[in-house]
């Protein structure tokens, strides 16, 4: 039922279909110009993905908001009566309800507004301790942090029209997941006041590392915090990233496939021990990479 041919797999906190449970039904009357509206899933949960999809009678130039940030909106190529958004929800989103809100432009200037209230979830991804190597302390300074997280954002921020994913996305290393994405974390005994942006393969070190999916490369270099890295970015917002690495094998300009070795485990940058964080991202949000493994948004 959950399409998972792996029990080791499975970890703590996962969410897990329950055969026999029909999920609730999306109800919402639409406006002329929509032929029909897709939302998966139909609850959204912290730290997770949603999609949008509207199949329109015409073309659109369709814009708007959702949790305080403007939606991309993107098109298959040839095929620009199927608009599909992607979002996601940022850790730290208190449950409730939160409005999309859309509006429609048709070529001859007419618009049309669309709302819809999303039911977001807590993702309750509780919390752990990491204690750093000796010397690393160096590497939790708040201003170092920032200058390397902005040139993050910078790049994986972005959106590219071009999808180049398709179905669900491969693990990126064949090794057990030694911690999971959204845990609040506290360094040395400090205040738990950063979040587990990735989820953690622990792997020997040399093990190969995967594409996850196909994609262009857009940085391969070596940062403090996150080691040697290599971020690919997979079109419509979509960017995976794999830090702490001891080899890269792929230069930035690449196109990579789903699959392909663009390094090896390491332990550079900011770690307790070799391992691959694998972290993505969609339109500008860090959320969890393990949702793409086991759903497509393609």
């Known amino acids: 039922a959950n399409s998972i041919n792996d029990p080791t797999l499975v970890y703590a906190g996962q969410t897990l279909i329950i055969p026999g449970v029909e999920a609730p039904q999306l109800a919402l009357d639409l406006p002329e110009v929509i032929h029909s509206f ?22 659109l130039a369709i814009s708007g908001t959702f949790l305080g940030k403007a939606v991309s909106v993107a098109q298959e190529p040839g095929n620009d009566l199927v608009d599909t958004i992607l979002v996601g929800v940022p850790i730290f989103t208190e449950a409730g309800i939160y409005p999309l809100d859309l509006t429609l432009s048709e070529a001859n200037g ?3 507004t669309l709302g819809l209230n999303v039911q977001i979830l807590a993702g309750n991804y509780g919390s752990e301790r990491i204690a750093l190597q000796a010397g690393s302390d160096g590497l939790l ?14 790049i994986m921020g972005k959106f590219t029209p071009t999808r180049y994913f398709n179905g669900a996305m491969t693990l990126p290393a064949a090794a057990s997941v030694s911690s999971p994405f ?12 950063r979040f587990h942006s990735g989820t953690d393969f622990a792997g020997a070190p040399g093990t190969p590392i995967m594409a996850a999916e196909a994609g262009y490369v857009v940085f391969s270099g070596t940062l403090d915090v996150r080691g040697n890295a290599t971020i690919i970015d997979h079109g419509w917002g979509v960017f995976t990233g794999y830090w702490h690495q001891s080899t890269r094998t792929v230069n930035v300009g ?29 339109n500008g949000v860090p959320v969890d990479p393990m949702q793409w493994v086991k759903q497509s948004f393609s």
Do not use: C
Not at 256 to 277: A, D, E, Y
């Open 254 to 282: 690449d196109f990579v496939n789903k699959g392909q070795v663009i390094g090896t485990v390491g332990s550079t940058g900011r770690v307790t021990g070799p391992h691959l964080h694998w972290e993505l991202w969609v």
């Open 141 to 154: 300074d708040p201003t170092l942090e920032a200058n390397e997280q902005s040139l993050i954002e910078s």
């Open 110 to 112: 007419r618009q049309t």
């Open 182 to 193: 959204g845990r609040k974390r506290s360094y040395n005994g400090g205040a738990f006041d």
């Open 38 to 59: 897709d939302m998966n899933p139909l609850i959204f949960v912290e730290g997770e993905t949603g999609r949008f999809r509207l199949s329109t009678t015409v073309p």
